[in-house]
């Protein structure tokens, strides 16, 4: 056995600290999940003493190793965990506290409660798949900013469960390719579910699994310090991404439970508790971690203070324009030239009126904004030329060589977005990416989480309606504005016109806390906005963007995206018969939502007759229309045909509009 | 090269016949897929005129081999081979109006467009995943009837995006754990994606991969007829799912474009037709096809019939009850003793008067359910003592034994979902399975092609919101219903109790042209339907539960699910201060909008002040609220935390809800 931190106390002092944390905590939550805890304690112990480069004092260093609790549910172990390292936040009174209301040990890690959580965990997949953005962002740091200051290796801690998870193969897979060698995972192989053994559902052959997509893979004895330390310390110096299967008891220590489902998810209980107290020669009570034990695990704490200080000098001596650009990039802040560039951009629009789809003109908002913030880091899965993410001039980066602004994510929609995730809360990196809006439904585990992690992540969902033509109803979203809106705390933009998708981009960019979604079309549209003004009028989630004119607003049509350019027809229709129309552009329901009643009101125009057009299904829309709007949409799916028929056969046109508004005024 | 079915008629010929259909009928569509096509042509000859058991004639002879075009892109593929080998409704007229509107030749293979179709393709992962539901459902009823009524292959034609999706692993993995060796997917290792070479984003050794889940693998020319027919003839005789690598060119044949992205996505041009043509030694016009060669591809699809004769006259001469129960099985009605049960379930519920969680109350009637209908094959992704979905005495399905009723399905929600819907299409079975309502997420694209495909497929999602307490807000559904409800022909069920649950299910099984959800919930509610009716009163989606009885409705409560209890709580409290109060139970949406007007209006008292109430976001419920009606629910995301605190939390109790009504009144 290697030697632990004190002479006096032992690896297993120190991992039985870790066991007896978790097991007394889940007890006294009466639920929680303290056979994993106990299973990885020693692997978690070895990685935690002798590798993982942390300060506990600092937990915001930059340069920090990053670890991911990929099975979440095991959450007492990364709460022993900092609490025994001595991370001021994680105190014992907390621990007792685990799952309670108000507590920041809450049932699954949760981002943002609790300095030393790295992410949310919980949804299985979802953390080994961040890990590998997180370990990407790591290595687009190390190539804009060199080793002196980025330099650090993800370690995750993943189950079974996480590695049947699909999102976790497209995210190993992604991770082979682009030969992520400073990312590590430690898997608790300990053969194990809910259901019982892992075999009655799960028998891949998991290292030849891992090897297939590229990693270096070891097998360890996972209660045996030493061979774990030995295959940890290998796995730094290889040239790919890591798996090491560890071979673990769950519930390790308790006498009846230890290996079986009953210590997966439940409390132990106390006459199982005392036995493995027995087991572990844990003679302590609840929650009492002897002070010698405590100190040796506070030294492993600071073990990383030397190399932080050294870090921190290292910065410090960096030249000027470096050490600014690095910590602009952790900031991640939107500079004044970004805001001026949006402007310029929008005013050379309203000039030039172009009539252009929404995707394409995202695609030249990018090629203005991406040479202008370092941090932003395009992809698509595999569809560059059609969700135009790649702006002009971005490389794509690649295995050995990071320094791209692009990245091919192949056809692997939820390990890209779980990627972006990663690179978000790594920080310094500005992730955004493409694929087809009907597509969302492939990502939308890991959009949720980028929504309850309040990561700044821009989802560019292109062909956002039945107006992408002959793909037919399976790649048209009907469904998918009303279920992304659903989300809390997610911005869904659908800009009208090339002045919108560029004031959309700056308040995605703008907004460093909930991630967007930017949905554009396929086809060309008009431009609408052909007076400039400086004001980002989509700042306000919905505007006036024509008012009544033929007389006092009698009708109201509210429409998004490619639909304002139908409505704006049937504006012009109504208006020529003297009926008096506004027409409000809505290219974020979330940001209108937000603004003071009074703003809702006028722009709403309530006691006039209000029509909504979007060419999506109407959940959703009732709030804006009140129970006597009407509203021009989709019934159901679409079919495959041009577009331009399959808007006259769902009714969608300005004739429609017309003829609801008449019925109605 | 082996021979072809007329002497005269070369392989070459036939598979350059469909070549030439698939370029001539994009060009004529001006867009589509000709690349996949002609890539795959040499395959499909294969595979169609030497191995599917088919017959043209009888596209729907329940023991056909079922052949999924995964990579639904190219469906010019499919609609080729069903023209040659003369399914009747698959008409050159047919092929030239190919992605136009009201065509049966949609842009991706759309179910129930045409016979031959056996599903609808195009989002990628989707069909090699649905074919292994397929694959099962075949296993399942072979142990059922016999070989002499099922025996049949499941093949695939699959795309290297097909592949990298994380749903195609989940399947894989589980085709491999259960053995499915009458699966075989031809992949199109065309080493081509839409970006460019695949080696840009995917080098995965996918042969090594597959080998890891378990599968047999191959690797042929798929230009070669004789190795693939080799490699076909083997597999057919492996004891594990086999993928064939058959290294293709894309767009063979075409001049320049071959082998390039630049023949995936978009028609060829005239030119390039013109090469492909002189190529290919193809001299005739186009969507000609000589009347030899059509002959000998309708020889083809004839070839079955002998094979379908036999099996008719085997299901003839079989033991009447056999010969009853396979037709039943396959007709998929719901006998009337399932609806007795119901009934009875539902009287011994209203006397007894449980509190139990709804989905207890789920696996009760699966209890009566299950042994009724031998079609219901139940499941869940490793949470099965948690989803309450596995009947009393239903054993597991494993490799090598089909005759359980119950299947472990791993962590793998995707795959599961995907695979239920190839069951549900294969006919003969009728699948249900289990995870987390928050995990709907993970399937939310199978879900989807459910509705779209309109398959009776009922998903059963449990912890349905904030009262599944601890374990927090990863694992609180709060935007699920909403994002469930915006899907096109699914039913989302939230039954209020353990009558409303029996109700549902039976709901859920007469539905056999749509998918339903199941939302249940962790904690337990009380009987509130306590008085028996044989009428099944879900199946109007919402009614009075409980009408105003202080005085004329002054206020209308409308719930769902857990928070009707609650809302009764608050109707009590109500009526007891004089306000005469009615309480609208609504488990399902969908079916109450489909209601008349007249029964709508009086259900939700228009006039009255109406509140809703369900621990969701509010997204949705404004359309039966009206513009002032108020909403009891939640904010946004949940906590972490024992339920009864968090229903306090976040206010949604009797109080709050007699204080909006008092407000407002």
Known sequence: MSSAPFD?????????????????????AKSGHPGMPMGMADVATVLWTKFLKFDAK??????????????GHGSMLLYSLLHLTGFEDMTLDQLKRFRQLGSITAGHPEYGMAKGIEMTTGPLGQGIATAVGMALAERILNARFGDGLVDHFTYVIASDGDLQEGVSHEAASLAGHLGLKKLIVLWDDNRISIDGPT?????????????????????VDGHDPAQIETAIEYCKTTDAPSLIACRTT???????????????GSPLGATEIEGARKNLNWPHPAFHVPDEILLAWRDAGSRGAPAADAWEQRLAAAETDISAAFEKALKGDIPAEVVAAV???????????????????SGNALDALVPLLPEMMGGSADLTGSNNTRAKGAGALKKGDFSGRYIHYGVREHGMAAAMNGMALHGGVIPFSGTFLTFSDYCRPAIRLAA????????????????????????????????????PNLLVFRPADAVEVAECWLLALQSKDRPSVMALTRQNLPTLRDQHTEENLSAKGAYVLREAAAGPRKVTLLATGSEVAIAAEAR???EAMGIGTALVSMPSWELFAEQPAGYRAQVLGRGTVRIGVEAMVRLGWDRWLGEDGAFIGMPGFGESGPYQELYKHFGITADAIVQAAKARV
Request: glycine residues 6%; aromatic residues 6%; without cysteine.
């Open 572 to 574: 012009e229709k109504l």
């Open 8 to 28: 006096s106390v032992s690896h297993n002092d120190l991992a039985n600290a870790i066991r007896a944390l978790s097991m007394d905590a889940v007890e006294a």
């Open 199 to 219: 075999d009655l559902s799960f028998t891949d052959d998991t290292l030849a699994r891992f090897r297939a997509y590229g990693w270096e893979v070891r097998t």
């Open 58 to 71: 600092r937990p915001d260093w930059a340069d920090r190793d990053r670890f991911v609790l990929s099975a």
């Open 452 to 487: 309850l992690m309040k990561q700044r992540v821009v989802f560019v969902m292109t062909h956002d309606s039945i107006g992408l033509g002959e793909d037919g109803p399976t790649h048209q979203p009907v469904e998918h504005m009303a279920a992304l809106r659903a989300i």
């Open 250 to 264: 769950i519930g390790y220590g308790a006498p009846t439970k230890a290996n079986t489902a009953g210590s997966h």
């Open 343 to 361: 402007n310029e951009l929008k005013k050379k629009i309203s000039e030039a009126k172009p009539s252009a789809a929404t995707r394409v003109s």
